[in-house]
């Protein structure tokens, strides 16, 4: 098992290039199902969670292999298989979204139920519902949903829950929708720039699919679906984390291959911030050299402020002059960072869903972990900026979703080193 060791204080400068999102790579590749071609992507990170997940789609009968170029490649060759098993279920909890497109292509799918993880409850009751809303029947035996289908009937399918939609929820029922009969409108959708680049991937396959981005819509059901080349959108969140990480060391930096219309709500708490984010050309130069103001932050679904980008603001209003408060309400008890944080000398208090941070003056390193991937991020940012020598054990939690991210901080001026446990 790697540690990093991060030694901070070092300004960031240069450029970062953002790749493709690994929550919108995903579900397109567990889409893949539905297909009768070859599907080609591009831009697909080389991330832990698309390993666990291409080993999943393998077992599937799905045959993944990265071409020369780097695109991934995935043809559908055996269909006997609908089991995702708990095993590879329990390791990412993304693995849920092949329910869809096996219920869709294959009339059957058993589930394992994901159960609990680092972020919290995650029930998939709404997905469940989705299903059988479509005319699926679903039972729940040791701990497996398993759900049939002769046929899936185009219906209107709501999705709210307790905390709003659901992106994979969302997902998994657009899936099952596209090869269904007749037509289905998916009311309180999730808007997320990744459910809208799986329905332009769905899309490009030829399902019929409108209203993608709003919280309707429409998908007229498609007897087949072919292959298509695709390029998954620009991660927002990894971006995000690039533009926090100029912010905190108060770097200058060049982010491109970002889609800064995918990340207004956190270039608004930016600025409110006193950090300045600039499109200059191709790039969003982001860049910071005054203290930072306190300002309170509240996650919300898209196009709100991400929850995947709490933890990594969180580090930042650590050194803001002055008390701020970031509330989640999204996933109510994401916060194992929080400890972390304090033991590096930050002064956070947890209230609920809510944190009040009490900016202080410095970070100082400390051997830390975390066992949450945005929380590891935000624990990196805390390293880049903290007096002395931060220890950062596992992180496999990072490398589930930021391709070699000491490598590419370090090229734009940090000090990070990848060693063995
Ligand atoms: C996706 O998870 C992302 N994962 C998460 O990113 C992200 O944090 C989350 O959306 C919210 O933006 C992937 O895309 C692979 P939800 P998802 O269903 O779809 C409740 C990361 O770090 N809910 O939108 O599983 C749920 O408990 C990860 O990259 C139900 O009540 O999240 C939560 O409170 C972590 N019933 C809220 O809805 C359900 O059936 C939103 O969850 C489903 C969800």
């Known amino acids: 098992m790697d540690y990093f060791e991060i030694t901070g204080g070092n300004r960031l400068r240069g450029t970062l290039t953002v790749n493709g999102s690994k929550n919108a790579a995903l579900p397109i590749m567990a889409a893949s199902i539905l297909t009768d071609g070859e599907t080609v992507l591009k831009g697909v990170p080389r991330l832990e969670d698309v390993k666990h997940l291409s080993g999943l789609l393998e077992k599937l009968g799905v045959n993944v292999w990265r071409g020369e170029n780097g695109d991934l490649h995935l043809k559908v060759e055996d269909e006997m298989n609908c089991h995702a098993e708990y095993e590879l279920v329990r390791k990412m909890r993304a693995s849920v979204c092949v329910m869809g497109p096996l219920l869709a292509k294959r009339k059957r ?23 059988q809303q479509l005319g699926a029947e679903s039972e729940l035996l040791s701990g497996d949903v398993h759900l049939k289908a002769k046929k899936l009937k185009g219906n209107v399918v709501f999705l709210g829950g307790p905390f709003g ?18 037509t289905t409108v998916i009311e309180c959708a ?10 332009n991937y769905l899309n490009a396959c030829g399902a019929h699919i409108s209203g993608q981005g709003t ?10 679906l072919h292959g ?22 108060n770097g200058d930096v060049k982010i491109a291959n970002c889609r800064l219309d995918h990340l207004l709500a ?17 790039y969003v130069q982001v860049s910071s050299s005054r203290r930072l103001e306190p300002i309170s932050v509240t996650t919300q679904p898209y196009p709100g402020f991400p929850t995947d980008l709490q933890a990594q603001i969180m580090t930042l209003l650590c050194l803001a002059d ?20 304090n033991r590096m000398g930050a002064r956070l208090r947890k209230e609920g869903p809510t944190v009040i941070v009490e ?38 939690h990072i490398d589930r979703g930021y391709e070699k991210i000491e490598e590419r901080l370090n090229a734009v001026g940090a000090d990070i080193k990848r060693l063995p446990e």
């Open 266 to 282: 956190l270039v608004d708490r930016l600025k409110a911030v006193g950090v300045i984010v600039e499109r200059s050309g191709d």
């Open 322 to 341: 002055g008390n701020s408060i970031i509330t989640e309400k999204i996933f109510p008890d994401r916060f194992v960072h929080v400890a972390e944080l």
């Open 165 to 182: 939609s659901t992106v994979l929820g969302t997902a998994n029922v657009m899936m099952a929708a596209v090869l269904a009969e007749g």
């Open 359 to 396: 900016g202080v003056k410095n970070l100082v390193g400390a051997p830390v972990m975390a066992s949450d991937l945005r929380a590891s991020a935000a624990l990196v940012l805390a390293g880049l900026v903290a007096k002395g020598k931060t220890k950062l054990s596992r992180v496999y």
């Open 109 to 131: 799918a058993q589930v394992s139920l994901p159960g609990g993880c680092n972020i919290g409850d995650r029930p998939i009751d709404l997905h469940v519902s989705g299903m």
């Open 228 to 249: 298509c080349e695709y390029t998954v959108v620009p991660d927002r969140i990894e971006a995000g984390t690039f533009m926090i990480a100029a912010a905190i060391t």
């Open 215 to 224: 919280p309707r819509i429409t998908i007229e059901g498609v007897r087949e």
């Open 190 to 199: 999730a808007c997320e720039p990744e459910v809208t680049d799986l329905a």
